[in-house]
Every structure is written in C-alpha cells, then in structure tokens.
C-alpha cells in the first residue's frame, strides 16, 4: 500500500468499496487480499489529492447504512407479531457483529478523520455538547448503532415493549418461551449505546426498564395477595422465599 497522497476517483474506488461494505455488515466471506485492498481504499480517500474525501467518505456509508438497516425495519414490520422478537433479534446480531467489523475496516478514517471533527468526551459529558446523535460525527462502528437506534428501535419501540412484556409474563406463569431471543432483545437496548460518555443506558431505562418494574411490582402484588388468602404466615414466607430463589 503506497503511502503517498494521489488523485482518486471517488464514484470508482466507492463502487470496489460498497461490495466489501456490504459482505461486512452482513458477515458474509470476505477474502483477506480483498480486505486489504478496501482498507487502503479507506487511506486513500482519507489522505487523496488535492483535497481528502473522508466527508464523502463518510457521508456514503450513512446512507448506505440508513438504506440497508429500513430495509432490515420493513422486514421485521412484515414478519408478522408472533415473529418480530425472532426477526429482530436475527437482524440485530448480523448487524452488530458486523457493524464492529465495519468499524476496523475503518480504522484509518475513524482515527485520522473522525477524531478531528467529534466532539470532545467533555462536551459529551459536561453537557457543553447540545446537538442530535445526527450532527455529531460519529466512528463508524458508533454510527452504525445509532442509526439501528433511529430506524429501527425508535419506530418499533412500542411493539417491542408490549411483546417482550407479554413473554415475560409467560415465564412467569410457567409456558415456554425462547429465552435467548428474549435476552438479546432486551441487550439489544443496552448495547446499542454503550459507545456514549454520557447516560449509556438512558434507551434501555426509558424504553423498557421503567415500564417494566410497574409490571413487576403490580403482579407480585397481585400475586402476593392471593398467597396471603390462601396460605399461613409460615407458608407464605416460604412461598415467597421459593419464589425469590426462582428468580435468582
């Protein structure tokens, strides 16, 4: 790989980009000559003459992103209730693993570029920092979660929330579930915005942690009335007691 600035024809060297783009974000075999080839793709858009095109750069596989995880939302949307959980939680273990490759392949625009124009961890933290996720430049592998925020949690937040309460409560009552899609659903929420500085599990609380202790505490409540008409003092702890060391 020549270290050397020189002229690139952006509209060519996207065009070789985009295939290995797309085999990455959705894990597919990617040969390592090829890898190599595309990685210094990204040098030397970053680092071209006259004039660097890391914004073009940048802003190509936003849209390529955005494009690809709506398509991903429509998916799941036509899926069908009883599969958006599965669906969804298919999507989101592609588009993270891949997502986290993406950011390596990156690695020369995420530190050469990417670290001149973010904001600082003390705007993010201290609050001087009052913009959108959309206005902040983000490391690719951060972009790539904060659009699979935007375009894919945001709009299903309701759907989700309602049908992981639902499986929930069937634990509870003993029916079969699939606890593996259940739990990366909910680690979904939490992963998404491990990147931020700042309130990293802001989503995860709001979306569903809030709604999701009400439910909790009203149905041991309703539960625990219905063991105290039933039950002794004694019986009752020891229901209770039963029931703490399910839990665990």
Known sequence: MSLKPRRVDFKETWTNLLGTVEGVITCGQVKRATWNDRFSDVY???VAFPEPLGDQLYNE???FLEDHVSKLHMDVCESGEENVLAIYHRHWREYSKGSNYLNQLYGYLNTQYIKTKKNSDADLIYGTYTGSSEENVLEIGELGLDIWKRLMITPLKDVLLKLLLKEIKKDR???SINQGVIQGVILSLVNV???KKKRPLQLYEELFEEVFLDETGSYYKQEAN???DEFSCSEYMEKVSSTIHTMI
Do not use: H, M, R, V
């Open 44 to 46: 030397a858009l970053c």
């Open 61 to 63: 596989t936003k849209s």
């Open 173 to 175: 009552l003993g029916d």
């Open 193 to 195: 915005e491990q990147y």
């Open 226 to 228: 219905k063991l105290l």
